[in-house]
């Protein structure tokens, strides 16, 4: 018992804390420490390298969100490949979407996808749907061995800029993921904080203006447990047949698809709202 506070040179000056019943788990992996907690208020919680990844009371938001803005968005899309993820909850979004014929992920530490199905099943449930392929390694290497316009969307499941997923947010992997897709394909990714990181996601940004010759845009969703209470994704598409991601062209019916269990948060109606910005970040980051 006490508290666990989420304290990190990414976000100087401030730490959310959450109080801890019990500590379940905690190990070094090959890449990071991996921990998980009961906590009191949000369920069981997900700590790599003191940075919390999930908890049970409020990942829908993110894993909903990050999945559903990409897929909903293109008509029929057929071949997903997920990056990072290793939890399994983007898994389980993607296998809402009855067009989708087959799943990759790539996670590069086993131990997090050990621990999601040992004290996340309901988020490691992902992993159980037949169309998923899992490969551990890296997903700068993955990348760069697929053929080019394979997949209709890719999901950039990733921790942040500093430890493993540092490369994610470099420009040779956007190149890297554009080739991968197909003409008109989507690629979601986890973009930061608007009120923590917005040099980053200018970079970002700018970055994917260069790479993307579709539309790029800039959503956010509400996580109570993720520093500054928001967490941003970028939506990119390459050139081909235009993708209008403010407005779902393939609506997920939030009570059909495993019926057992409906979504919690995404809908069509806060797909449009994700992608309107506060003026400060408009400027910043807003699309022409
Ligand atoms: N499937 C859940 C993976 C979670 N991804 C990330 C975990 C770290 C979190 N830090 C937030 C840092 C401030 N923006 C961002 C999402």
């Not at 959450?18 to 379940?24: D, F, P």
């Not at 990733?158 to 992997?173: N, R, T, V």
């Not at 554009?178 to 986890?190: E, I, M, N, S, Y």
């Amino acid at each position: 018992p006490g508290w666990f506070s989420e304290i990190s040179p990414m976000w100087p000056g401030e730490a959310h804390s959450l109080k801890v019943e019990k500590i379940l788990f905690q190990a070094k992996s090959d890449y990071q420490n991996v921990m998980v907690f009961q906590s009191s208020t949000y369920g069981k919680v997900l700590v790599l390298d003191g940075v919390i990844q999930l908890t049970e009371r409020d990942e829908c938001a993110y894993q909903e969100m990050i999945t559903h803005l990409p897929l909903c968005s293109i008509p029929n899309p057929k071949k997903v490949l997920v990056i990072g993820g290793g939890d399994g909850g983007v898994l389980r979004e993607v296998s809402r979407h009855s067009s989708v014929e087959k799943i990759d992920i790539c996670e590069i530490d086993k131990m997090v996808v050990d621990v999601s199905k040992q004290f996340f099943p309901d988020v490691a449930i992902g992993f159980d749907d037949p169309r998923v392929t899992l490969h551990i390694g890296d997903g700068v290497a993955f990348l760069k061995a697929v053929p080019e316009g394979t997949y209709d969307a890719v999901i950039v499941d990733s921790s942040d800029p500093i430890g493993p997923a540092q490369e994610l947010f470099e420009k040779p992997f956007f190149e890297s993921v554009a080739k991968a897709l197909r003409p008109g394909g989507v690629v979601c990714t986890q973009a930061e904080s608007i009120w923590l990181h917005m040099h980053i996601i200018e970079d970002i940004v700018a970055n994917c203006r260069q790479i993307f010759k579709g539309s790029v845009n800039y959503a956010w969703t509400t996580v109570p447990t993720y520093p500054s209470g928001m967490i941003g994704f970028m939506l990119c598409s390459t050139e081909g047949p235009s993708v209008d991601f403010k407005h779902p062209v393939n609506p997920i019916d939030e009570n059909s698809q495993q019926s057992t269990r409906p979504l919690k948060f995404y809908n069509s109606e806060i797909h449009t709202a994700a992608f309107c910005l506060p003026s400060f970040a408009k400027r910043a980051i807003g699309s022409k």
